[in-house]
């Protein structure tokens, strides 16, 4: 059993894309849906913990995910979300949906499901069968960003937690990076962007494309289930990618409540409550 809840999220690597005047702006919502998150923890599973997070996230549009998602290059919204229970060792997602409030929560209602990851079409179906009603991502922001021909590489938030029972719990969804070909699928509807088990669990931020070339949340969450401390594991991810020169960041939580966050470059905005108080960086 736990001694602690833990709880660790971030709102993306890089997210500023020059748009210093946002920084405090982030900070201030992470922390704020930090301490709810964590309050809300304290009272419920991790599983519950990282859906409640993570949809809080995709309510504001400082972040890319839910509202306020980027626009691939042929105008349309395209969002992606994973789910990881880490004691049931199981992963649904969705991928590219459209028209919905929540991806997450799509994502969650799939772990009901023998087939528990979906894309496209069929996912905005399942969607709508399940009774998720329609709805419209696009913030003005986003349009001006498409019609100004901005787009960024990054974006995406993450939220993973630790319950009293010593469970894991890991949460991701994305927006993508605006402007991308239509259909791209990043990395965090996979296990490279977002996995969990009952050793540890974690949510990257960054370049889908490098994350998946290097299984980034897979390979972590492996090296301490294979007796890696979390820092060490860590460690040789962030150093292996650096030596590619890739772009990502992760936030990550163990069974025995040690929390680690690192970069391989950039600024990655996550904040954490280790059960003595939120820090927020
Ligand atoms: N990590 C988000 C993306 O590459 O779309």
């Not at 946002?22 to 704020?32: D, F, G, K, P």
């Not at 042929?74 to 991806?103: E, L, T």
């Not at 954490?272 to 108080?277: A, E, K, L, P, Y």
Request: charged fraction near 20%; proline fraction near 2%.
């Amino acid at each position: 059993m736990a001694q602690q809840q833990k709880l660790i999220i971030h709102g993306g690597a890089g997210s500023l894309e020059g748009n210093i005047e946002r920084e405090e702006a982030i900070r201030q919502s992470l922390q704020s849906i930090c301490e709810k998150t964590y309050a809300f923890l304290l009272r419920s599973s991790a599983n519950e913990a990282v859906i409640y997070g993570i949809k809080l996230l995709e309510d504001d549009p400082l972040f890319n995910a839910g509202t306020g998602s980027k626009i691939q290059n042929d105008g349309q919204i395209r969002m992606s979300a994973a789910f990881m229970d880490g004691q049931k060792k199981s992963f649904s997602g969705v991928i590219n949906i459209q028209h919905v409030q929540h991806p997450i929560l799509v994502a969650e209602k799939l772990q009901e499901y023998e087939h528990t990851v979906l894309s496209g079409d069929m996912s905005i179906q399942f969607a709508r069968e399940s009774g998720f009603p329609e709805y419209d991502p696009l913030t003005q922001e986003r349009f001006n960003e498409f019609q100004s021909k901005k787009t960024g590489t990054t974006g995406t938030v993450g939220v993973v937690a630790l319950d009293l029972n010593g469970y894991i719990s890991a949460g991701t969804s994305t927006g993508g990076v605006g402007g991308e070909i239509p259909g791209r699928v990043s990395d965090s509807p996979t296990v490279a962007g977002n996995y969990a088990n009952e050793f540890a669990g974690v949510s990257s931020t960054g370049i889908g494309e490098h994350i998946v070339n290097s299984a980034v949340a897979a390979k972590i969450v492996t090296r301490v289930e294979d007796g890696m401390t979390l820092e060490c594991a860590v460690d040789k991810s962030i150093k292996e990618g650096q030596e590619n020169d890739d772009h990502f960041g992760v936030i990550c939580i163990t069974s025995t409540g040690d929390i680690v966050s690192s970069k391989t470059k950039d600024t990655v905005f996550y904040s954490f409550h280790d059960g003595s108080g939120i820090k927020t960086f």
